[in-house]
């Protein structure tokens, strides 16, 4: 079975600061990669995926995660946050193939002024 | 493209009454999903519908929880006998067939059992 994990339920930074939220999974083929961010009273929205390739991938509003196989992680990143960053944010798995996608518990960010 | 509609955004029901949650997937898309979210469980796969036939409903609660798709425009997510636990907010989300996937979702109904 497969599972993710996001060690972080809350993290604070201020704004223009640089951020990473973590995200660690457990399967043992090649996984579907996902980062979503959910902004308050509203459904989720993709952010960027990862099937293979180069392992840095870019997504929108210059986020961007980076692939590990090795430290089975997936890490999203910034290079300068702001307030309308301020979200939730999901590390999400589907297996080869398969049609189930598993979350995280979330990463509550919070960007300070 | 208006993206996926779930009706209504919130509803409020008796503890032992019904509770009717309604999703229109965004046109085109094969596949459609219900998801449960709690703050205790975070995000719960409850059924997964392909070209409208139930493909696995292995994440809905078997006695109260039903869903259907009759025909390729929206979804229904129906709680009997809706109990204080059944309180969360319920997520529909469709997705292309072929796009490995990518889940497109609704803002989500969030059920109020008093």
């Known amino acids: 079975a497969q599972s993710v994990t996001q060690p972080d339920a809350r993290v604070t930074v201020s704004e223009g600061a640089s951020l990473q939220l973590r995200c660690k999974y457990s399967y043992s083929g090649t996984p579907y990669l996902f980062w979503y961010v959910q902004y308050p009273r509203q459904g989720l929205q993709l952010l960027l995926k990862y099937y293979s390739g180069d392992p840095v991938v870019q997504g929108v509003n210059g986020f961007e995660a980076e692939f590990s196989k090795s430290n089975s992680s997936f890490h999203l990143r910034k290079a300068s946050v702001h307030w309308s960053d301020s979200a939730v944010y999901f590390c999400?798995?589907?297996?080869?193939?398969?049609?189930?996608?598993?979350f995280g518990s979330g990463t509550r960010l919070l960007v300070s002024p | 493209n208006a993206g996926v509609i779930q009706t209504p955004r919130h509803k409020v029901t008796g503890k032992g009454q019904e509770a009717t949650l309604w999703c229109e997937p965004i046109?085109?898309?094969?596949?459609v999903f219900w998801y449960r979210q709690t703050i205790v469980q975070g995000l719960e796969f409850l059924t997964y519908f392909r070209n409208q036939a139930p493909i696995d409903d292995s994440g809905m609660p078997k006695e109260r929880f039903s869903a259907q798709m009759p025909n390729q425009s929206h979804s229904t997510l129906k709680i009997q006998s809706t109990q204080p636990q059944d309180s969360a907010v319920y997520l529909c989300a469709s997705s292309p067939l072929g796009v490995q996937n990518t889940l497109y979702f609704g803002a989500g109904t969030r059920l109020s059992v008093l």
């Open positions: 999400a798995l589907s297996r080869t193939g398969g049609y189930k996608v598993v």
């Open positions: 046109s085109g898309h094969s596949a």
